[in-house]
Every structure is written in C-alpha cells, then in structure tokens.
C-alpha cells in the first residue's frame, strides 16, 4: 500500500517534494494545493490533481499525509494547526526559537483531530537536532558547536535585498577553518559568533545607486550581519545569475566530551552535510518523516512529533527484517 501525498506550496521545497516523493517507490502525489491559478501551475507528475488551497479540504479521503511547504515567518504557523485538523502533516518549521510555542498549538488541534503532525523536520532543524541529541546522550560531559555553510542564506539574502538600491543579492555563510580546527582538536574553546562565521554578500545595485551607504547597511544591520565579519562584492547582474544561481548549503554538527576515571580520554562526534540544493535535501528529509507519520496514524498515535520522536527504522521502506540483516 502506498502512502497518499499531498503538497501544500509548490515553490522550491514543493518542487522538492514531488521530486522526492519520485525517488519512493511506496509513495505517490495525489494533489498540489496552491494559492496561484491551479490553471496556469504546471508540475511534473501527470496522474497529481492541481487544486486550489481554498479547496484543501476536498481530499480528506484521499491523502494519508500533507506536505506542507510555506514559509516559518507567517504560512506554517497558522497553516499547520489548520491543517493538522484535517490531515496527518509535516512541516519544516525553522525558527528555533518559537518552536515551543509552535509545538503546543499543532498539538493541540492535531490531537483534537486524531492525527499525527510533524514539525521542524529538516536539516536544522531536523537531522542537526538528531545528531545533537546522539552526541550528548554519549558524550555527557562534552560541548556541542554547530556550524553551518558554505552555503546561500536566504533569509539574509532577502534582508540584503529590502536595502534601497539594491536590485538583487546572495549571501553565503562560511564556517571559519581555525575555529573548526580548534573544535576538532578537543579542546573545548569558547568560541563568539564572529569567531565562528563569516558572511560574504554578493550585490547587484542599481544603476548610480551609492555602493558605500548600501555596503554600509549590510555590516552595520544589526541580527543579520553587525556581530560577523562580513565581505560585500558588487557585481552585475549577469555575473549573480550565471555564478550564484544554486542554493547550496551544508554545514557540521560536532560534539567533543571526555570519559575515564579522570576524564582524561577525549572523543570528538562530528556529523557534517555538503548540500548541492537545499531544499531538494530538506524535502528529501520531509518525504521520509511523511513515511514514519504515516506508520505512526496507523499505529494508533496523534498529536504533535518530532524528529526526536520518531523512531529510524520508521523512516525506511525496508522491513525490519531487512533492516537488521542489512545495516547492523
């Protein structure tokens, strides 16, 4: 039996989705839900219906899990708990700090509905976070350092891009070699956000637009680029589209802890991603948790999960039986 998607969003991570859900043999698209004119859409798989998101609750029936694919800023916090009343979910809800508050209203009306919702699952949060809690439940008398890129920031592009006279920009993250270094060697450093990253900006400005106020912007902006060292290249237009075009991004997630009678053995867990598109790997992550939603409705649980929650062996189509022969 093959479990029934639904797309809520079809931008890059929607896109992502369906090319995933491709990729799974025990899965199939039964419907994208959009806020444009379902008409004039066009998605890659010809047997998936093109509805209206008005319309979302015209399938209840007939999807098993919906993929939710908006924005954290101001789509999944009202569109998750909305949703999670009709439907299992799953959504890649990213602001680390509200997701306390996020949790506890999907939960709420995902177990006033009897279903099953997923949120946060991704890379960071989501796979990061798994590997966060590994490490430390290992190594409890350690230190965890994350860090991320290289890769584009899309929230720090768009800030970049709200400046006056700026026509178009990216903005990449980059992990610094000698704090890494240092992490890597055990030895515990106390490390400050600019210590940790660099931001380099690439800028398309408008013609006879002053490139000193606009570079000025971008480094003083305060929790965007005013605590890191921060590079601003301007360059044309044609140079953005044809060098900066990707969405790469990546990143490490090391813990170093020490064990013995006297703690004098040190141990280092790293975890690391080097990703060519960003949201085809989170929506590759998102497909696999729909998987383990979908076994978990079926089991009998509801209410709100995490990547926390969830057991492996639920995010494969193998059986258990497959499973312990071939990766134990």
């Given at each position: 039996?093959?479990?029934r ?19 799974n ?12 004119d ?78 099953v ?17 590994y ?34 920009a ?7 070699e000698?704090?890494l ?38 480094k ?23 060098d ?41 992550v ?37 499973l ?5």
């Amino acid at each position: 039996m093959k479990t029934r998607i639904g797309i809520y969003g079809y931008g890059n991570l929607g896109r992502g989705v369906e090319n995933a859900i491709r990729q799974n043999e025990d899965m199939e698209l039964v419907a994208v839900f959009t806020r444009r004119d379902p008409s004039a859409l066009k998605i890659a798989t010809p047997t998936a219906a093109v509805c209206a998101a008005a319309d979302v609750d015209s399938y209840v029936d007939k999807i098993d899990v919906m993929i939710l694919c908006g924005g954290s800023a101001t789509d999944l916090p009202e569109q998750t708990p909305a949703l999670a009343k009709l439907y299992n979910v799953v959504d890649s809800f990213d602001t680390h700090a509200n997701i306390p508050t996020h949790f506890a209203n999907v939960d709420a009306a995902a177990k006033g509905a009897g279903h099953v919702a997923m949120i946060s699952v991704g890379w960071d949060p989501g796979m990061f976070s798994l590997n966060r809690l590994y490490a430390g439940a290992i190594l409890p008398d350690g230190k965890d350092y994350t860090f991320w890129g290289k890769g584009v920031s899309q929230g720090h592009s768009d800030a970049i891009r709200r400046i006056e006279g700026v026509v178009d920009a990216k903005q990449y993250t980059i992990p610094v070699e000698a704090a890494l270094d240092a992490v890597r060697s055990g030895s515990c450093p106390a490390l400050t956000t600019r210590e940790k990253h660099t931001r380099e900006c690439f800028v398309v400005a408008a013609e006879g637009a002053d490139t000193a106020r606009i570079e000025r912007e971008i480094k003083e902006m305060p929790n965007y680029f005013a605590d890191y060292d921060t590079t601003v290249h301007f360059i044309s237009l044609d140079e953005l589209r044809r060098d900066h075009g990707g969405i790469p991004h990546g990143g490490f997630v090391i813990r170093t802890g020490k064990t013995g009678a006297d703690l004098e053995h040190n141990h280092v867990i790293e975890y690391s991603l080097k990703l060519d598109s960003n949201p085809e790997f989170t929506a590759s992550v998102i497909v696999a948790y729909a998987r383990a939603a979908h076994r978990m409705s079926i089991e009998g649980t509801v209410g709100c999960k995490t990547v926390l929650d969830v057991p492996p062996a639920y995010l494969s189509p193998k059986s258990g039986e497959q499973l312990r022969a071939e990766l134990l």
